[in-house]
């Protein structure tokens, strides 16, 4: 033996070319580490569902013949980090060469590039996983520039070919989003089917996280819903399949609180799979079509479509986004957003339904679906003026998919705005108006969503009237935004005053809302 090859946490790629030979002078190395544990604060069920899916893939390179060597916390506690910890293997193995794939997360890639053991050649590998090749971001991205999602989407389209017919997109349209974006009736919400959830034990790698005093945020599960092998992953995607697909791009935005599945809807719940790359987003695609292409009586494309643009447009593009523009993009705050981040983010203890109902599911499953991070908990935030470096904390901490490279273009370019308009071209701003439209937690809110000023007036309306007041300069001549604007202007000067007053009110006790 004389390679070390590191596989990470998020890297756990059967069908890498790695794998394709036993090879005996290679002993593939996947560590619980401290570093990983500690760099945020992060949900429970998240440490669980990486190190649970860790040791499943050890053990499955292990029956294939691998070498394997799988340290717990307990093993690779008396090393301070990484790299020290790789010196030692090394050292204890007489081994001479590292490898290890190319890190999505801009933390680990400076880590391992910077990697000088001596004695101990390193190279980086290919993870295999992203359609996109990394070579080809420059070719996509400038850095600080916008780039329009929807036209890389359709280079990707044509590129890969998918959803084409010849040069032109299936259906004579790139994008069916017109036709989606319902709210949910009541006679829909018998039909939404309850998630399919696994019950796998990782009672001790909990008790591994209280012996370590690993700080988590969350609620704590001897039996982990997430999937945590490619089996499991694979039933997940048959499972969306067969019951959500036909429904997902339809009630895509939709929120309920009247659901037995209100904290999942139609949505796949495949994200910690595909980032832990146990499924590949071209295998998710194609496995999606031809269900599809199969059952085209039942399913419309319109629902299809709306799902491939997730993967295939949107999850490439913040990658796209992140490394063009990172390390800068992490400390973008380009509307000078400063207040800390509320108590009731941690607890879900505040009388905003809305807010309550998504922080709480997170709380819970360690999940809330896309329209919950953007318009109840990022808007909220947005509208509140938060520190995105907190914004970002939260939602880096608290997701079982969050990683830095996909969360942070969602939350401090998309939600937040603070990349000056990378990613968005126009705030995700909305009042109270929008959230009872697609949703019904306004019906039992102790809020009243019709009022701007009132005591009972829901917080949402005045903080967005306030933000947009506030940020005249930035957004005032920002054409998406001139309805807005003229809209602000046709009230009269005491009402604006008023709302103005009442949100300043708001903004001064944000943590008793
Ligand atoms: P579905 O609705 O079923 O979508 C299918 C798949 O499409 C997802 O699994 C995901 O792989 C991909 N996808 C959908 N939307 C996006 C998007 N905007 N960016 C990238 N991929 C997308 N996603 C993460 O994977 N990790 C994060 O840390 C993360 N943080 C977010 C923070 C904010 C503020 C917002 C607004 C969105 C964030 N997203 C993040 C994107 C999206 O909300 C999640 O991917 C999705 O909710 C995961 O649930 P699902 O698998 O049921 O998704
Ligand atoms: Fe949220 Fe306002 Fe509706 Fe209450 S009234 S649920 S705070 S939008």
Same mark, same amino acid.
């Given at each position: 033996?004389?390679?070390?090859?590191?596989?990470?946490?998020?890297?756990?790629?059967?069908?890498?070319?790695?794998?394709?030979?036993?090879?005996?002078?290679?002993?593939?190395?996947?560590?619980?580490?401290?570093?990983?544990?500690?760099?945020?604060?992060?949900?429970v069920q998240k440490v669980c569902a990486f190190f649970a899916a860790m040791a499943q893939f050890a053990d499955a390179?292990?029956?294939?013949?691998?070498?394997?060597?799988?340290?717990?916390?307990?093993?690779?506690?008396?090393?301070?980090?990484?790299?020290?910890?790789?010196?030692?293997?090394?050292?204890?193995?007489?081994?001479?060469?590292?490898?290890?794939?190319?890190?999505?997360?801009?933390?680990?890639?400076?880590?391992?590039?910077?990697?000088?053991?001596?004695?101990?050649?390193?190279?980086?590998?290919?993870?295999?996983?992203?359609?996109?090749?990394?070579?080809?971001?420059?070719?996509?991205?400038?850095?600080?520039?916008?780039?329009?999602?929807?036209?890389?989407?359709?280079?990707?389209?044509?590129?890969?070919?998918?959803?084409?017919?010849?040069?032109?997109?299936?259906?004579?349209?790139?994008?069916?989003?017109?036709?989606?974006?319902?709210?949910?009736?009541?006679?829909?919400?018998?039909?939404?089917?309850?998630?399919?959830?696994?019950?796998? @034990?990782? !009672?001790?790698?909990? %008790? &591994? +996280?209280?012996?370590?005093?690993? =700080?988590? $945020?969350?609620?704590?599960?001897?039996?982990?819903?997430?999937?945590?092998?490619?089996?499991?992953?694979?039933?997940?995607?048959?499972?969306?399949?067969?019951?959500?697909?036909?429904?997902?791009?339809?009630?895509?935005?939709?929120?309920?609180?009247?659901?037995?599945? @209100?904290? !999942?809807?139609?949505? %796949? &719940? +495949?994200?910690?799979?595909?980032? =832990?790359? $146990?499924?590949?987003?071209?295998?998710?695609?194609?496995?999606?079509?031809?269900?599809?292409?199969?059952?085209?009586?039942?399913?419309?494309?319109?629902?299809?479509?709306?799902?491939?643009?997730?993967?295939?447009?949107?999850?490439?593009?913040?990658?796209?986004?992140?490394?063009?523009?990172?390390?800068?993009?992490?400390?973008?705050?380009?509307?000078? =957003?400063?207040?800390?981040?509320?108590?009731?983010?941690?607890?879900?203890?505040?009388?905003?339904?809305?807010?309550?109902?998504?922080?709480?599911?997170?709380?819970?499953?360690?999940?809330?679906?896309?329209?919950?991070?953007?318009?109840?908990?990022?808007?909220?935030?947005?509208?509140?003026?938060?520190?995105?470096?907190?914004?970002?904390?939260?939602?880096?901490?608290?997701?079982?998919?969050?990683?830095?490279?996909?969360?942070?273009?969602?939350?401090?370019?998309?939600?937040?705005?603070?990349?000056?308009?990378?990613?968005?071209?126009?705030?995700?701003?909305?009042?109270?108006?929008?959230?009872?439209?697609?949703?019904?937690?306004?019906?039992?809110?102790?809020?009243?969503?019709?009022?701007?000023?009132?005591?009972?007036?829901?917080?949402?309306?005045?903080?967005?009237?306030?933000?947009?007041?506030?940020?005249?300069?930035?957004?005032?001549?920002?054409?998406?935004?001139?309805?807005?604007?003229?809209?602000?202007?046709?009230?009269?000067?005491?009402?604006?005053?008023?709302?103005?007053?009442?949100?300043?009110?708001?903004?001064?006790?944000?943590?008793?809302?």
């Amino acid at each position: 033996t004389h390679t070390l090859r590191l596989i990470l946490g998020d890297q756990l790629n059967a069908s890498h070319s790695w794998f394709k030979h036993v090879d005996p002078t290679v002993v593939y190395v996947i560590a619980e580490l401290k570093q990983e544990t500690a760099y945020v604060k992060h949900h429970v069920q998240k440490v669980c569902a990486f190190f649970a899916a860790m040791a499943q893939f050890a053990d499955a390179l292990a029956h294939c013949g691998h070498q394997v060597m799988y340290l717990t916390l307990d093993e690779t506690q008396p090393f301070s980090d990484l790299p020290t910890l790789l010196e030692h293997i090394c050292t204890q193995h007489q081994l001479n060469t590292i490898e290890y794939q190319q890190p999505d997360e801009y933390r680990l890639a400076k880590q391992l590039s910077e990697l000088s053991l001596p004695g101990i050649k390193s190279t980086c590998h290919d993870s295999e996983h992203f359609l996109l090749p990394f070579d080809d971001i420059k070719r996509e991205f400038t850095a600080n520039k916008h780039v329009k999602m929807e036209f890389f989407y359709r280079r990707m389209r044509k590129r890969f070919n998918v959803l084409m017919q010849d040069d032109e997109p299936l259906g004579g349209q790139w994008n069916f989003d017109q036709q989606n974006r319902e709210n949910l009736k009541k006679a829909d919400l018998n039909d939404i089917p309850s998630p399919l959830l696994f019950a796998n @034990d990782v !009672s001790n790698i909990i %008790s &591994r +996280l209280e012996r370590h005093h690993v =700080a988590t $945020i969350g609620k704590a599960e001897n039996q982990l819903l997430w999937p945590v092998n490619r089996r499991q992953s694979r039933q997940l995607l048959d499972f969306f399949c067969h019951h959500l697909l036909i429904r997902f791009g339809r009630f895509q935005d939709a929120m309920t609180e009247n659901s037995q599945a @209100d904290w !999942s809807l139609y949505h %796949s &719940r +495949l994200s910690f799979a595909i980032n =832990a790359k $146990i499924l590949s987003p071209g295998e998710v695609i194609n496995k999606v079509i031809s269900h599809w292409q199969a059952n085209q009586t039942e399913i419309s494309l319109t629902q299809v479509e709306g799902f491939v643009r997730q993967i295939l447009g949107w999850r490439e593009y913040v990658r796209g986004i992140y490394w063009i523009n990172m390390p800068g993009y992490a400390t973008q705050n380009a509307l000078q =957003a400063q207040r800390p981040l509320p108590g009731y983010f941690w607890t879900a203890n505040t009388k905003m339904n809305c807010m309550h109902h998504a922080i709480k599911q997170s709380l819970d499953f360690a999940y809330a679906h896309h329209i919950q991070r953007l318009m109840v908990t990022g808007c909220f935030s947005l509208l509140a003026g938060i520190n995105p470096d907190e914004v970002d904390q939260w939602y880096l901490g608290i997701y079982i998919d969050a990683i830095e490279w996909v969360e942070m273009p969602n939350t401090r370019g998309m939600t937040q705005f603070a990349d000056g308009g990378i990613v968005a071209t126009k705030p995700y701003a909305a009042s109270g108006n929008y959230l009872n439209k697609m949703g019904d937690y306004c019906k039992s809110c102790h809020y009243n969503v019709k009022l701007k000023t009132e005591a009972n007036a829901c917080p949402f309306n005045s903080l967005y009237w306030h933000f947009i007041q506030r940020h005249q300069q930035h957004f005032g001549r920002n054409p998406r935004m001139t309805m807005v604007y003229k809209n602000w202007q046709k009230m009269n000067a005491d009402t604006q005053q008023a709302i103005i007053h009442k949100a300043e009110v708001l903004l001064a006790d944000l943590d008793n809302l």
